[in-house]
């Protein structure tokens, strides 16, 4: 089985926000609420750089391990999701996420968050593959059907890259020795504890 | 010759230098490995400019999560297994040995009153909310070890969905209450002299005989300190929780969390051993919130000042000698 990753090579992203618009279609996400984000740094200063960034799906997932209902699981191809029948929406999740991905479709009201919402990796969730609630629920399961996330599908300069690590590392290695540069991996440090040479 | 090749070689470096650090980082130098490890050593967060209104989504990369799970999974739970079940068992093991601690003089029938309906009224409004907010917050700890695997996922989620609800809406009781608690009883619990004498005497429990003592002695001036400050710091962190993002970033509610959680299992234990001493580890302890009436034995050995000033004011009612009164 595939060990599914997310890797943004930020000397590519040019901030379009596609995939942003993308994930929101796909999976008819309310408003409110971002599976994925682009976030400039250095914004205007030598080193800027844009990075796509959405749940990791970490390995050894702090989400998981502090959920007080335990209502995530982790997929074969080690894609983190969550049950939101039993999710409880205590925030927890989004203290111990690096990543900021979790997100509540209420905030503010005497801690009634809502049931917890975050990227599937387009793997939808505990219900049957590719079911109406499913969907309502969690959205397409693009997985189910042998197709990657969207937004890595999509992305016009191709900075996204979604599918196996070990694959797009190489690909990520083998840009940064044809141009000879790269800013590296963003996350893979904090949510699967590598590095890929930037 | 040898000189005709320094001039080349300088010539060449002179041409292939600036074309390197022109190809080289055409952009800036930075690198997400370095600053992870950067952020993860100094608990920083790597935040940047987005395009959406929700401010929070503008942080890249928060390590320090790591740093709250581990309290959350692993301090957090020690301390608290360690202050509760250890409190239970000094408790346990306290009653063993000592056993109840009795009215030496017997009980004489005739009583005082200890606190009126408000004191009492506002006593259990506190104590009520404290034991549902105390049982629902250590179930998100301890919920998904010890009874999770009893009860199954969904009966699981459905109780702490509703102790989620129970422990917001009751923080409201308890804060009012823990307010009055401070405006009725403030003026009582003012540390004095007569506290170090009992605290040299071992008080009252753990002690022989009653050091003198006026309206509340100096274990009672203790929890009643334990629970107004340890109250307050508990409202404030929890209402900082309760209202998300509302003055609030990340890393403040992982602070507020770790206070309120911390805070919370050490009132818990303090607490545990205020049951105790008010309900089976003391004769006639618990009418003074019960019936608001205590006898005037009772009240002669535990707060003798206090009873005397008491009983000048007013003489103590029931007949003497008579046999207690039910309580009602
Ligand atoms: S990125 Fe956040 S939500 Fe996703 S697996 Fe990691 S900790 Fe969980
Ligand atoms: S918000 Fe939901 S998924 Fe997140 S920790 Fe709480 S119960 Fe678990």
Redesign the interface.
């Known amino acids: 089985m595939a060990r599914m990753k997310f890797l943004c090579d ?2 590519r992203c040019i901030e379009c ?1 596609a995939c ?1 618009t993308a994930c929101k279609n796909e999976h008819e996400v309310p408003w ?1 609420i ?1 599976r994925r ?7 205007g ?5 844009s ?1 796509s ?1 959405a749940c990791m799906h970490c390995t050894d997932a ?1 989400c998981a ?7 995530f699981y982790t997929t074969a191809d080690a894609i983190v999701l969550h ?1 939101k ?8 999740c ?7 991905a979790p997100q509540y479709p209420r ?2 009201n ?4 809502g049931k917890m919402d975050k990227c599937t990796y387009c793997a939808g969730g505990p219900q049957e593959d590719n079911s109406r609630v499913e969907y309502t629920q969690y959205g397409a399961n693009r997985i189910a059907e042998g197709k990657l996330p969207l937004c890595a599908e999509m992305c016009s300069t191709k900075a996204l890259l979604a599918g196996d690590g070990d694959m797009i590392a190489t690909i990520y290695r083998e840009r940064v020795s044809k141009r ?2 790269g ?8 949510a699967y504890r590598m ?1 890929v040479g ?1 | 010759m040898r000189a005709l090749r320094y001039l080349l070689l300088a010539l060449a470096l002179g041409i292939t230098v600036p074309a390197l650090a022109q190809q080289g980082t055409p952009r800036g130098v930075v690198s997400a490995e370095e600053l992870e490890a950067a952020a993860l050593r100094q608990g920083g967060i790597i935040a940047g400019r987005h395009t959406i209104p929700d401010a929070a989504q503008a942080n890249l990369i928060q390590p320090e999560g790591k740093a709250w799970r581990d309290f959350h999974n692993v301090t957090l739970a020690w301390v608290g297994g360690i202050a509760v079940l250890g409190m239970l068992g000094v408790l346990i093991m306290f009653y063993m040995m000592r056993g109840k601690v009795m009215v030496h003089g017997g009980m004489s029938g005739r009583t005082i009153t200890r606190f009126n309906l408000l004191e009492r009224a506002n006593h259990w409004m506190v104590a009520g909310s404290f034991i549902v907010l105390g049982l629902t917050g250590l179930n998100l700890t301890f919920g998904r070890h010890i009874l999770l695997p009893v009860v199954g996922p969904y009966t699981f989620t459905a109780i702490s969905e509703w102790g989620k609800i129970a422990h917001n809406y009751l923080s409201f009781p308890f804060t009012l209450g823990i307010v009055v608690m401070l405006l009725l009883w403030a003026k009582d619990n003012i540390p004095g002299r007569l506290d170090i004498e009992w605290f040299k005497k071992g008080g009252g429990l753990v002690g022989k005989g009653h050091p003198d003592s006026k309206r509340f002695n100096a274990g009672q001036k203790m929890i009643f300190w334990i629970t107004v400050l340890g109250g307050a710091a508990v409202a404030v962190s929890g209402y900082l929780l309760i209202f998300p993002f509302m003055g609030t970033d990340v890393s403040d509610m992982q602070l507020a969390h770790i206070i309120h959680a911390l805070v919370s299992v050490l009132m818990i234990a303090a607490i545990l051993g205020h049951i105790y001493i008010g309900s089976v580890g003391m004769q006639g302890a618990f009418d003074a919130m019960g019936s608001g009436q205590v006898d005037v034995n009772w009240a002669k050995e535990h707060h003798n000042l206090w009873t005397a000033e008491q009983l000048a004011k007013r003489p103590a009612s029931g007949a003497p000698g008579a046999q207690a009164k039910p309580a009602e």
Do not use: Q
């Open positions: 930020a000397d926000n942003v409110g971002n984000r682009v976030v400039t740094i250095n914004d200063k030598p080193g800027e750089r990075i960034m702090p391990a502090v959920c007080p209902v335990s209502c049950d029948d039993l999710c409880i929406g205590c925030g927890y989004f203290f111990a996420c690096p990543f900021g905030v503010g005497f801690g009634g968050r000879g540069y800013s590296g991996a963003w996350g893979w440090r904090t590095t930037g």
